[in-house]
């Protein structure tokens, strides 16, 4: 019956149209459909970048991502975990970079800084709050590893930013950092609390001379955990020491150095990054603490941010989420907004700085359209 006629209306008429000429203007049309579906499709990924209002020309980078292909159910210390692996989702199923470019663009975030590690890298925690063997094997709690993070950097390089975790006591320790260094790294981690290390480690100092040699600028620095064998008092001696002797580099607390239990101290903080920003300027503060909330708007991790600016100024106060840790708390976008409607005293200018013009001039990178 391919010649059979077949009835189509239009508006108040009709009139008989053959099928192979129906099957003609079908295939046109869902041509037209496809083309409109990926043309929509591409203005909402671009419109997303300015789905908040953010500044003309401003990039919005978020400092501190990780990537995890599960980290079993918790059995540690942490009722408020425990009692709901699933609520935390990062507990029972993959969060990688293909599913955090997808929060990125409809979020309007350009890039993130990746920051890997191994198993053996976070040992400390992984023993207290998972009852971890700290071997990093698949049946271990924590199934990822550097490799698989960097698995996504390579995958997307226009969207991650490499930061890598320096633990001073692993073997083989120059060896494996000139590999690094050769893969495009852009800045180090230092995790002295929950390494339980000194700040003038021969290896951290010779990282540190490696960085300088390498036009590398970023070091940012997480005190988590620092009650085991070093107090808050000790390593902000250490950190005099070590900024001192290496005015050049740029530094960044993460998580604030000083707003998550068992970190450093308030007033010695602020008085440390105010004290080095007038002698070198190299000090800035990242404000990733959203897992202290519960829900939007994130009142503990607003006011965070509102007590840096306040003390330390606006150039100087750098946007970071944690992901996937917070993502039991909010929907990745939501981080974003919380900031354009709630940091209602910063300037749109102000906001363009603490959503990515800071990050880039502490990695001292260029801004990307």
């Known amino acids: 019956m391919s010649g059979s006629p077949v009835l189509r209306e239009y508006g108040w008429g009709a009139r008989l149209i053959p099928l192979p000429t129906l099957r003609r203007m079908t295939l046109r049309m869902s041509s037209r459909r496809w083309i409109l579906k990926t043309t929509v499709a591409t203005i909402a990924s671009l ?18 991502v990780h990537f ?10 942490h009722p408020e975990i425990r009692d709901n692996p699933l609520v935390s989702h990062w507990t029972w199923h993959e969060h990688n970079g293909d599913l955090l470019v997808q929060e990125m663009n409809r979020a309007g975030v350009g890039r993130a800084l990746l920051k890997t590690f191994n198993a053996e890298d976070i040992a ?15 049946e271990a709690p924590f199934q990822s590893s550097e490799g698989y993070m960097l698995e996504y950097r390579d995958k997307y390089p226009d969207r991650f930013i490499w930061a890598a975790t320096v633990n001073p006591s692993i073997e083989s320790f120059h060896e494996r950092w000139t590999a690094k260094f050769s893969r495009n790294l852009r800045a180090i ?10 700040l003038d480690h021969e290896n951290v100092t ?13 070091v940012l620095m997480s005190f988590e955990n620092v009650n085991r064998s070093h107090t808050s008092a000790d390593y902000i001696e250490q950190l005099y020491d070590m900024i001192d002797a290496h005015p050049n580099l740029h530094y960044s607390f993460m998580h604030t150095g000083y707003q998550v239990p068992h970190t450093l101290e308030r007033e010695p903080t602020l008085r440390l990054i105010n004290h080095f920003n007038e002698k070198y300027g ?33 150039d100087r106060v750098v946007w970071a989420t944690d992901w996937p840790w917070i993502e039991n708390i909010g929907k990745y976008y939501q981080f974003v907004q919380s900031v354009e409607e709630h940091c209602t005293y910063m300037s749109p200018a102000e906001k363009a700085k603490y959503l990515g013009g800071n990050a880039l001039d502490f990695l001292a990178l260029p801004l990307v359209q």
């Open 68 to 77: 995890v292909r599960k980290l079993t159910t918790p059995q540690g210390r």
């Open 206 to 218: 010779w990282i540190l001379e490696e960085c300088e040699k390498r036009g590398i600028k970023g």
């Open 282 to 314: 190299n000090i800035w503060a990242q404000t990733g603490n959203y897992y202290l909330d519960t829900r939007y708007p994130f009142p503990t991790q607003l006011a965070g941010t509102k007590d840096l600016y306040d003390n330390i100024g606006a």
């Open 189 to 198: 981690v230092l995790f002295p609390g929950l390494q339980d290390h000194r």
């Open 47 to 64: 419109a997303a970048r300015r789905l908040f209002g953010q500044e003309p020309g401003a990039e919005v980078i978020d400092m501190h």
């Open 124 to 138: 400390y925690p992984l023993r207290q709050d998972f009852h971890s063997d700290d071997s990093g094997t698949d």
